[in-house]
């Protein structure tokens, strides 16, 4: 059998490495016009910053890929003819393949901005966006970052390590409105402004303004106002790539649509990560989930598939991580902006650091756990993953707080405290009880 898989991201990289695995004796060539090597795309800020080198972002190096028989063919695929089974490719000589996976990853979104194609202007997904980004961003004084999601506070953050003024539009009327609570939401917008970024709540871009050069000069807002800048980060999310589905049979709508085993409409041809949309995903589940772990999850379970072991693609609880700055975040499960009917929320917060729990909850006798989000504290996410999978009471939960706790020394000071605030706010429920955290000399008996 010979896989040919475009894209080398996360998801192109996992599935050749199962497939590895299950197949010995397969043929695997892994197609990337990006870099000639996979590299750890959430790690692109840190290049900007200084704080690794590129060698850094690599997780294996050269020898790896020759030791597994790994094929890397650094070039762009232009053309997919699926009757003759063949990738065409800009350099070199076609492709012709058994099965084919498209892991073809995103790009930046944009919506049509007047101005949008003025240099200075960009999103950043790619090694070249941040290359570029270094280059546009050498003399600049003041910057304008539109999207207040994760991408749009790194750029904030990026920018801010190297001196520049960055106000970030953001269009809710809290910071994330459309996935944060207020509370969380508060949290991370102190935590911008301590670190000095302008951020501007219930506003949009309405039009970018360019100098005599083509260059960026200023955007004007959907209220009018009008901020010089000389760069423009574009933070309102990313599109699947799905371009090379053109004239294939392929069926695609946002993304390329496949079905639980992650395959799409042609026989022999498969998509995972980004580039990917399912047709008919669990309730509560998004069609297309552009992370690090579920590229991954997806890369490893379509390999099964494509070697005749047909997997469906279940990814379990809902788990996200991310850092405002300083700020911790990590989600599990769902936490919506608001409490839907029949659901409830346990907020806890520190009175003076930027700490903060919630526990979101069935709002019946069962108190089962629906979602947990952490600012400022690290849980564990075996220990998240199991209560939610087994729907653990709330009471529960709190009582064995520190089990999921990944800082003991830190956060246990703060488990009295979270489960005294709750007792306080239920004084019709039999008072939880925190668990006692065992001693040094009973975590030792227990190895
Ligand atoms: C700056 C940034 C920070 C992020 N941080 C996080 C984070 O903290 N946590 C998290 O979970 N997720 C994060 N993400 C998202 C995460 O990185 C992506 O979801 C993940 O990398 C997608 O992997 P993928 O394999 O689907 O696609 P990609 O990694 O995008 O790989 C696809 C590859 O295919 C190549 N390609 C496309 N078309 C062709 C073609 N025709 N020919 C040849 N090659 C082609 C592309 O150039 C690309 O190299 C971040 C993303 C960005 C941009």
Redo the contacts with the bound molecule.
């Keep these: 059998m010979h896989l040919v898989i475009?894209?080398?991201?996360?998801?192109?990289?996992s599935c050749a490495q199962t497939v590895r695995r299950l197949r010995p004796e397969a043929r695997i060539t892994l197609?990337?016009?990006?870099?000639a090597y996979h590299f750890s795309?959430?790690a692109?800020?840190y290049l900007y910053m200084g704080h690794l080198r590129w060698p850094d972002v690599l997780p294996f190096e050269a020898w790896y890929w020759r030791e597994n028989r790994l094929e890397l063919v650094h070039?762009?695929?232009?053309r997919l003819d699926a009757a003759a089974r063949t990738v065409h490719l800009a350099a070199g000589p076609p492709l012709a393949y058994d099965a084919l996976l498209l892991?073809?990853?995103?790009r930046t979104q944009y919506y049509d901005w007047p101005g949008q194609h003025l240099r200075g202007v960009q999103g950043?997904?790619?090694k070249a966006d941040v290359e570029l980004m270094a280059d546009l961003t050498r003399d600049v004084r003041e910057a304008v970052v539109v999207g207040g999601g994760?991408?749009g506070v790194?750029m904030a953050e990026m920018l801010r390590t190297r001196g520049l003024g960055v106000t970030l539009l953001v269009r809710d009327r809290h910071y994330w409105g459309s996935v944060l609570p207020p509370e969380e939401a508060a949290l991370v917008d102190a935590q911008l402004r301590r670190h000095g970024v302008r951020v501007q709540y219930g506003t949009e871009l309405a039009e970018v303004l360019g100098d005599a050069s083509g260059r960026v000069r200023a955007v004007r807002t959907s209220g009018g106002q009008e901020l010089p800048c000389q760069w423009l980060g574009v933070a309102t999310g990313?599109v699947p790539?799905v371009?090379?589905t053109a004239d294939t049979g392929i069926e695609t709508d946002r993304g390329i649509l496949v079905d639980e085993y992650l395959r799409t409409s042609v026989p022999g041809i498969f998509a995972?990560?980004?580039?990917a949309q399912r047709r008919s995903p669990p309730p509560g589940e998004a069609a297309i989930e552009?992370?690090?772990?579920?590229?991954r999850m997806q890369?490893e379970t379509v390999a099964h598939t494509i070697c005749g072991q047909p997997t469906a693609y279940q990814r379990g609880p809902w788990f996200?991580?991310?850092k405002f700055f300083d700020l911790e975040y990590q989600t599990y499960g769902q936490v919506p902006a608001r409490p839907a009917d029949g659901e409830a929320s346990f907020w806890w917060q520190h009175p003076t650091a930027a700490l903060g729990l919630r526990l979101h909850y069935r709002a019946d006798a069962s108190r089962a756990l629906l979602g947990v989000n952490a600012l400022g504290l690290r849980l564990r996410h075996d220990v998240c993953d199991q209560w939610l999978r087994r729907a653990a009471p709330v009471p529960e939960v709190l009582a064995q707080l520190g089990a999921a706790n990944f800082d003991p020394e830190f956060f246990a000071q703060h488990e009295p405290a979270i489960v005294a605030a709750y007792n306080a706010g239920h004084p019709d429920e039999p008072a939880v009880v925190l668990r006692r955290r065992r001693g040094l000399l009973g975590r030792l008996l227990s190895v």
């Design positions: 475009i894209g080398n991201g996360i998801a192109g990289v197609v990337s016009a990006e870099s795309r959430p692109l800020m070039d762009r695929a232009t892991a073809t990853g995103a950043l997904v790619s994760l991408i790194e990313v790539n371009g090379l995972a990560g980004d580039c552009p992370l690090w772990y579920t590229g890369g996200n991580s991310a």
